[in-house]
């Protein structure tokens, strides 16, 4: 009986969603939303979603769980031009990955990496390139050429780092062209 009362208001929910102009979004997605509502979460904005990503890769689980509980009044990351975020936290930088698209196997590297920056003084482009490489040691891109000087001094300085690369698979919707985005995530552990 609980099951039948369990999937009448599923079904009843999903029909309101539906009417309420739920009906543009993806069944995953709507999916995904149900099952949040119903356990008592919520879905998060994009910007929530990267303020808690910041946080956990800060190790700021105060933040995280605010976030989530929707009690959070600080600041949230803004946008930057080239579609990364700006740190809300001062001992992390994040910063494009370059390059990605002409790396091969990527596709096995969706979503978040561990990573680590190799300098590579051979590259015969460019001397002062710093290679962003995931921990099995496949070549994901390199640090920025705008951004290797202040990667170099951090290094330099001995400080301490962990390095988080995020990587995106994306579609263009015009010609079908696959083409992937990424960001390394640079936390200083002081």
């Keep these: 009986m609980e099951i039948v009362i369990g999937l009448s208001?599923?079904?009843?929910?999903i029909v309101f969603l539906v009417?309420?102009?739920?009906?543009?979004?993806?069944?995953?997605?709507?999916?995904?939303?149900?099952?949040?509502?119903?356990?008592?979460?919520?879905v998060l904005s994009a910007r929530e979603s990267e303020a808690v990503t910041q946080a956990e890769i800060v190790g700021d689980l105060n933040v995280s769980s605010a976030i989530q509980c929707n009690t959070y009044r600080g600041p949230l990351p803004e946008r930057r031009d080239d579609g990364g975020w700006l740190s809300i936290y001062d001992n992390l930088r994040i910063m494009k990955i370059a390059g990605i698209n002409h790396?091969?196997?990527?596709?096995?590297?969706?979503?978040?990496?561990n990573c680590a920056l190799v300098p590579e003084p051979d590259n015969e482009y460019d001397p002062d390139a710093i290679k962003v490489v995931a921990d099995d040691r496949h070549h994901l891109g390199y640090i920025p050429e705008s951004q290797?000087?202040?990667?170099?001094?951090?290094?330099?300085?001995?400080?301490?780092?962990?390095?988080?690369?995020?990587?995106?698979?994306?579609?263009?919707?015009?010609?079908?062209?696959?083409?992937?985005?990424g960001f390394v995530y640079i936390k200083r552990l002081d």
């Design 103 to 113: 790396r091969t196997g990527i596709d096995r590297y969706i979503g978040r990496v």
């Design 9 to 13: 208001f599923v079904a009843g929910l």
């Design 19 to 42: 009417i309420a102009g739920e009906y543009s979004k993806s069944h995953e997605d709507v999916q995904q939303e149900l099952a949040l509502k119903m356990s008592g979460g919520r």
């Design 148 to 181: 290797t000087e202040f990667v170099r001094s951090m290094a330099a300085n001995e400080f301490p780092y962990r390095c988080t690369a995020f990587i995106e698979k994306h579609e263009d919707e015009t010609d079908g062209h696959r083409f992937f985005t």
